[in-house]
């Protein structure tokens, strides 16, 4: 008589614990392809930056010539470094308080 309480061995453990790799695919949603619209690559000069009674080139020429960074003339203007590299860029603008400022610190 065989005893029905012994453990199986390894070759009769079920198949039903066996790994499947690589894994079924999971359903997606069928999904279509439209192309990209064209839309108009921007310059890159903020609108107003040409308007400007300073420009960014000229910002950037007097701080060299002071030996400046960007940091120290951002510190000493209150801004941040990243924001002195755009309005350098012409990417961003100064406000008439900050362009005051930029001016004292770089005497224009």
Known sequence: MVDDTQKPTEDQQPKSEEKIWPPAPLA???YKIVPLKKTKKPSGLHPKAKEQPITGDQIREARKR????????????GLSRPFIALVEQGRRILSPEDLERVRQALGL
């Open 28 to 30: 997606v949603p069928p």
């Open 66 to 77: 002071l030996g400046l960074t960007q940091a120290q003339l951002a510190e000493r203007v």
